[in-house]
């Protein structure tokens, strides 16, 4: 059972435009969020969170919303540049503590293409 | 600066081998992962050891074991690699709030 969901395998933006890469979640106990790229060959590299105290999270061109209501979150990069293609992943975690061994579970990925 | 190293960048290992991937960090992390990436799979979770000689299943644990027997070192083993278990393997540190990634390890099942 999937319980964190990216609907869209693959998206293409115009160089200079908004993009907006979306992710559901199914597990009401989820309460920190984080954004992953992932470039060919390398390792993830952590893009942005967001706890579930907050419905928004701006860093530089990088900002996620979350809509717990919906249990939906949503990353949008403006103004999109080329370095931002790669694969973004987003994840999210249920009960954040001071131990920090709680385990992220991983979305499918969304593979984002700007386009010069 | 963080750090997380994997023994390998690249794998080629015949059906029945045993098989040692390897990672080490140096931020001094309690906790850490070994994860695998398929294509339309996304991450996956396989074991996480939250000290040292301890280890928890993740979701995916069947056909491999881990070892843990230093703080900065954690190793997955394949007992007898099969070729459903080719795959790009990664590795993880976490602190807090954020999990650090090794470069990952892409091994090929023949």
């Known amino acids: 059972d999937q319980q964190v969901k990216q609907n869209s395998p693959s998206l293409s933006v115009q160089e200079g435009r908004i993009s907006i890469l979306n992710c559901d979640y199914t597990?009401?106990?989820?309460?920190?969020f984080l954004w992953y790229k992932k470039y060919p060959a390398e390792g993830p590299t952590f893009l942005i969170s967001?706890?579930?105290?907050?419905d928004k999270n701006e860093d530089g061109r990088f900002t996620v919303f979350l809509n717990k209501s919906a249990k939906h979150l949503s990353l949008h990069i403006v103004p999109s540049q080329p370095g931002d293609s790669a694969v973004y992943f987003c994840?999210?975690?249920?009960?954040?503590?001071?131990?920090?061994?709680?385990?992220?579970?991983f979305g499918t990925g969304t593979r984002l293409t700007i386009i010069p | 600066d963080v750090k997380v190293t994997q023994s390998s960048r690249y794998l080629v290992k015949r059906t029945g081998e045993k098989v040692f991937l390897e990672c080490v960090q140096d931020?001094?992390?309690?906790?850490m992962f070994w994860y695998r990436q398929d294509p339309g799979l996304g991450l996956r979770l396989i074991y996480f050891?939250?000290?040292?000689?301890?280890?928890e299943k993740g979701d995916i644990p069947e056909g491999y074991s881990v070892s843990r027997e230093k703080k900065e070192r954690f190793s997955l083993i394949l007992e007898s690699a099969s070729t459903n278990q080719t795959s790009m393997y990664l590795c993880?540190?976490?602190?807090?709030?954020?999990?650090?990634f090794g470069p990952g390890t892409r091994l090929t099942v023949t």
């Open positions: 050891s939250y000290d040292v000689k301890m280890k």
């Open positions: 967001i706890s579930s105290i907050k």
């Open positions: 994840a999210a975690s249920e009960g954040i503590s001071n131990f920090g061994n709680e385990k992220l579970t």
């Open positions: 597990n009401s106990m989820f309460d920190y």
């Open positions: 993880a540190s976490r602190d807090l709030y954020e999990q650090y």
């Open positions: 931020m001094d992390h309690e906790n």
